[in-house]
């Protein structure tokens, strides 16, 4: 059971990501309960939260993201989206997700944005 994080690449400023967290060989009544989040983190700096979906789909944003970010779940596919649109280049980071209760993380994935 683990979480594998995908999306991440090099984008302009202004341009667009959609990042996927896939519950890979979880089943659905394991996935559905749990809250999903998105942290990212910048070499030097401390891990940041971005943002979180709770099990009934209720979403919380850090402020750097609101209006720019969406998370979404869709528990059929056991899967966590962040789509990323107006990317800046202070975004630029590895994106990591993370899944509780359980304290299950997957690997980062590499988010560069570009001036």
């Known amino acids: 059971v683990q979480l594998q994080a995908s999306g991440g690449g090099l984008v302009q400023a202004g341009g667009s990501l959609r990042l996927s967290c896939v519950g890979s060989?979880?089943?659905?009544?394991?996935?559905?309960?749990?809250?999903v989040e998105w942290h990212r983190q910048v070499p030097g700096k401390q891990r940041e939260l971005v943002a979180r979906?709770?099990?009934?789909?209720?979403?919380t944003y850090a402020d750097s993201v609101k209006g720019r970010f969406t998370i979404s779940r869709d528990n059929s596919r056991k899967t966590v989206y962040l789509q990323m649109n107006s990317l800046k280049p202070e975004d630029t980071a590895v994106y990591y997700c993370?899944?509780?209760?359980?304290?299950?993380w997957g690997q980062g994935t590499q988010v560069t944005v570009s001036s």
């Open positions: 993370s899944m509780n209760p359980g304290n299950l």
């Open positions: 060989r979880m089943i659905t009544s394991v996935f559905n309960p749990k809250t």
């Open positions: 979906i709770s099990s009934s789909g209720s979403r």
